[in-house]
């Protein structure tokens, strides 16, 4: 079950927003509810584990798989044991003028039919534009002038993002 999808086009080449995107050690600088990204097992690639602490009400440690990965190309993790409070996550990377299209894509993990926990804030677009910004800020670019937030959709929400801003 998808929960959201938003597309930013970002002024730097695919290749760097990917490598910058994927190490897992860069996690807390642009995504801030991961407070510490731990140590990545193997190289990343399908397969490829890394533990994070994120603040879901309380810090709480996620094994993380990584079950997709194309280089500057396609990169998705989720938690694939115990009790999912996590959504997976995918980042699509595509190549736009000589920029660098970003669409994240939040899934939740179903057993069958039937999803695993859904404890996840409201207000998505705001937390992802707040992550685009810190993003920028590591990839030294002026948010408002080389990031740009192009698409936005949220499961039960069609309004176009032009009338959230």
């Known amino acids: 079950m998808e929960i959201f999808k938003i597309t930013a086009k970002i002024n730097k080449p695919v290749e760097e927003v990917f490598q910058y995107v994927t190490a897992p050690r860069n996690f807390p600088k642009w995504k801030k509810d991961v407070w510490i990204s731990g140590k990545q097992f193997g190289q990343m690639a399908p397969g490829c584990r890394m533990v994070q602490t994120v603040y879901l009400l309380t ?8 079950t997709g ?10 938690a694939l044991k115990g009790y999912v409070l996590l959504p997976g996550w995918s980042f699509l990377f595509e190549l736009y003028e000589g920029e660098t299209l970003l669409t994240v894509t939040s899934e939740m993990n179903t057993c069958g039919d039937e999803v695993k926990g859904l404890l996840y804030p409201s207000g998505l677009y705001w937390h992802w534009k707040t992550f685009f910004k810190l993003l920028s800020k590591e990839l030294s670019l002026d948010y408002k002038k080389d990031v740009e937030i192009i698409a936005f959709m949220e499961l039960g929400f069609t309004d176009p993002i032009n009338s959230i801003d």
């Open 59 to 66: 810090p709480r440690k996620f094994m993380m798989h990584v």
């Open 69 to 78: 990965y194309e280089k500057n190309r396609y990169f998705k993790f989720e």
